[in-house]
Every structure is written in C-alpha cells, then in structure tokens.
C-alpha cells in the first residue's frame, strides 16, 4: 500500500511538475512576444517622430528651391538643395568666377571647411538641423559644372 502511494504521490508529482514547466515555457513564450510587440510599437513611434521631421526637412529644400538659384556673394551662387539619405541634406553651390583649372582646390578646402564648420556650428538658422543631428553637405562646382569641393559635415563635428 505504501509503495501504491509513492507511486501514486510520485505521478502526481511528475505532471504538476509537466503543467508548471508547461506553463513557463508559455509565459517566456507570451513574455518574449509581448516584448517584440513593445519593442514594434517603439519603433513604429520613433519612426513616427521622424516621419514629420522628414517631412520638414523636404518642405525646407523645397522651398529653398523654388528661391534658386540665390546669389550668396559676388562668388558663390546657391543652385539648389537635395534631400539624401540618412538625414542628409545637400546644398550645391557653383563658384561663378572659377574655372576648375585655375581654382587652387587645397586652398579652396583648407579655407572652406573652417568656414563651413565654423557655420554649422554657430547660425541660429541651422540649429533645427543640429538638433536633429542632421548631416549637410556641401558640394561646390566651378562655373562650368565641373566638381571642385564637397565638405559633409556630420553630427560629430558640430556637436
């Protein structure tokens, strides 16, 4: 009678033991799939958030386009903007008096990129694109079309 119960007391033991592991797998399963489901939603809103600064960040070049092309100086015209990958914008400037012949490029870089940092990093009307860790770009062509210059600045040199 004795061995009947250990049995007995032993099965009993065994499928509590079966229904609790069971019931774990199910809760790590239900915690892991509620854990991938938060972690969607999450992205979904950061994605949100970006989605109107995107947005902002088009309507900015389009309405810097419509203005093109804008005298800077008596050498610089702005021709337009792009918006590229990666939270990027480009602006494109023709130099209007250089040739890509005559232009001395290591100068032209040396004396551009403080210039250009030194920019991003202070005007008020860019501080919306710092905010946003935002990359610019600036691509410089001489005034026949031909590439000179192109300078990114990334969040890391402004910040």
Do not use: W
């Amino acid at each position: 009678m004795k061995s009947k119960l250990k049995i007995i007391l032993l099965f009993i033991v065994g499928i509590i033991s079966i229904t609790a592991i069971n019931v774990l797998r199910k809760d790590s399963a239900e915690h892991d799939k509620n854990k991938l489901i938060d972690n969607l939603i999450s992205e979904d809103r950061q994605e949100q958030k970006q989605e109107p600064f995107a947005n902002y960040l088009q309507k900015v070049s389009d309405d810097t386009n419509k203005k093109c092309p804008i005298t800077i100086n008596k050498y610089t015209r702005l021709d337009n903007t792009h918006i590229l990958s990666g939270n990027t914008i480009q602006y494109n400037y023709t130099l209007v008096d250089f040739e890509k012949g005559e232009a001395d490029i290591k100068l032209i870089e040396k004396e551009f990129t403080n210039t250009i940092l030194n920019d991003v990093k202070t005007n008020p009307k860019l501080k919306i694109l710092r905010d946003k860790n935002i990359t610019i770009t600036y691509y410089y062509k001489d005034k026949n079309g031909e590439f000179l210059y192109n300078f990114k600045v990334t969040p890391n040199m402004y910040k």
